[in-house]
């Protein structure tokens, strides 16, 4: 408990309490001028506290001198990107969002969907990218509710990924952008908008980001102490060396396969920012601004290469860096700053590397095989003739007829029965629930560390666009095939380690503190909005914590 200072003292009169003295205080705070989100893809809490006692720069600067919620999660069970950032600044869980994965299936097409396909837009001078846009989302964002309230606040938003930006940026966003390789970025663009014009806070970079696509610089050691973790892993016939520069494993009698540079996705993505801060005048017009950005390359690495290696490594040591030159930009920007870090869920390492450091459990399963064998069984327990399962990510399975349209009914109830006992019986499954069990589900835990799978996963669903089957392969266990530099490990699963998270609240004098309180991530946007002086909707799944800042929930 704070004392009264002497000025509160003359000015309230000597009777007023410590306790009415600090509330004091903190009504009358002023707001932060722009807000900043910052999400890292795939930045776990296990990848924050193994490499904490390395940083130097801005890392350091944001852990040592902000609000460290060191107990903060990601709680739904389908821990993928789409879902994960739909939660940073809409205060609802993914069966909330609507963005219950990276993927769907539509069972009344057929068809596959992904999470911001939209086909109301383009994407700006880039015709053969899939379209998308905030159409699937079902609920709204910090950002809208603050052009509401707010109508003269800015809201920007950049990302490395389209699902990262559009999911954070809403339907009322001044700008969402995203990185596209060899172009710069883009965004995505109405019938009746000029895509020249939605682009032009960014011409001059894009316009260098182009011309400079065919000399990338190699990426290197940015600090020598990684090049230690290098090491060799046999796949099948294959050996491939991981070091920097990256390659891929060459085939019999050819060179090694050529890499996507994303070493430099995240320093773009990050000189974006300024860019759009200083082309909006952000948090310098007499309102509270909003700027989220979300850096990619994490997750890629983490995806193609691991998170034990000498390319994570480097990158830790990168983001440390551009993070604090980012800092000390805004430290010259002369506005109030109030940032927040965290991760859209965790990861782990490639299962072939942790069974070498003698993990047992870690292995590698054939998806297809997965899919395959249980279809198989469905069939002869029903006497039917087509498969009756299908799957965008083998976690989640929907029942469907011989045209791949969904099961009503009885016939939807009984392959859903048979199913769940095939995949309950597998060696490689933890448990399976369906969906209707997950829909009624009721969680009576309030601290997400102690949420069962069951409870994870019922935070991840939504009728109608939800698996019929959910299914949580055990710890440890890989369904995916060994791409390396493109795909060597998965994170979409209801466990720890892609489950926790950092959050991280900073600003210039804040009062370092690390609290070890059960936090969600559905949090960060009641807490913002209470921050901004503006109402957030009644109906969110996160509550406004204080912390510290000086303007007390209310």
């Not at 590698?364 to 029903?382: C, M, T």
């Not at 210039?508 to 909707?537: E, H, M, W, Y």
Request: proline share 6%.
């Amino acid at each position: 408990m704070t004392t009264v200072t002497k000025w509160f003292g003359v000015l309230l009169a000597a009777t007023l309490t410590c306790n009415a003295g600090t509330a004091l205080a903190q009504d009358n705070r002023a707001k932060p001028d722009l807000i900043v989100m910052l999400a890292i893809d795939q930045f776990g809490s296990l990848l924050f506290d193994k490499w904490r006692p390395t940083f130097q720069r801005g890392l350091k600067r944001i852990a040592d001198g902000g609000v460290i919620y060191a107990n903060a999660y990601q709680s739904h069970g389908i821990t993928e990107t789409c879902a994960g950032h739909s939660t940073l600044l809409t205060g609802k869980h993914p069966g909330g969002t609507g963005i219950v994965a990276n993927e769907w299936y539509n069972p009344a097409t057929g068809k596959q969907v992904y999470c911001v396909e939209d086909a109301a837009y383009t994407v700006a001078l880039n015709p053969k990218q899939r379209k998308v846009g905030p159409g699937l989302l079902a609920t709204s964002t910090f950002g809208d509710w603050l052009k509401e309230q707010s109508p003269q606040s800015r809201v920007v938003v950049v990302s490395g990924k389209d699902r990262s930006s559009v999911t954070m940026g809403g339907r009322k966003a001044d700008g969402v952008f995203w990185y596209i390789d060899g172009f710069g970025f883009t965004t995505f663009v109405a019938a009746d908008e000029n895509a020249e014009t939605k682009l032009q806070p960014l011409a001059k970079l894009n316009a260098r980001i182009a011309a400079e696509a065919a000399s990338v610089p190699p990426w290197t050691y940015a600090n020598e102490a990684c090049r230690a973790l290098e090491s060799e892993i046999v796949l099948g016939k294959q050996t491939w060396k991981l070091k920097l520069p990256p390659e891929a494993p060459a085939e019999e009698g050819k060179p090694p396969g050529k890499v996507r540079p994303i070493h430099i996705m995240d320093p773009l993505t990050l000189e974006a920012a300024r860019e759009l801060v200083a082309y909006h005048k952000l948090g310098k017009r007499g309102q509270t601004d909003l700027l989220a950005i979300s850096l990619s390359a994490t997750d890629f690495i983490g995806h193609g290469y691991g998170t034990q290696g000498p390319e994570m490594c480097d990158q830790m040591y990168r983001l440390d860096a551009m993070i604090g030159d980012f800092l000390t930009y805004l430290d010259g920007y002369g506005a109030r700053v109030m940032l927040v870090v965290t991760g859209d869920h965790g990861g782990s390492d490639f299962p072939e590397r942790l069974a070498q450091q003698g993990d047992a459990s870690a292995r590698r399963i054939s998806p297809a095989k997965l899919l395959a064998d249980a279809n198989a069984q469905v069939k002869a327990r029903l006497g039917l003739t087509a498969d009756p399962l299908v799957s965008p990510d083998y976690v989640q399975f929907y029942a469907v007829d011989a045209s791949g349209r969904g099961l009503a009914g009885p016939e939807r109830a009984a392959v859903v029965k048979a199913a769940m006992d095939v995949f309950n019986a597998h060696p490689d499954v933890e448990q399976a629930f369906s969906l209707d069990s997950l829909l009624k589900h009721k969680i009576t835990s309030s601290a997400p560390s102690d949420y069962s799978l069951q409870d994870r996963f019922a935070q991840s669903v939504m009728a109608g666009r939800s698996g019929d089957i959910i299914v949580a392969l055990k710890s440890g266990v890989s369904a995916a095939r060994a791409l390396p530099t493109r795909f060597m490990m998965g994170h979409a699963g209801p466990y720890h380690h892609d489950t926790a998270v950092p959050i991280v609240f900073w600003w210039p004098g804040a009062k370092p503190a690390t609290r070890i309180l059960p936090v969600d991530t559905t949090s960060i946007a009641p807490t913002l909005a209470n921050l901004a002086g503006i109402k957030a909707p009644a109906d969110l799944d996160g509550r406004c914590i204080d912390i510290g800042y000086g303007t007390a929930c209310h």
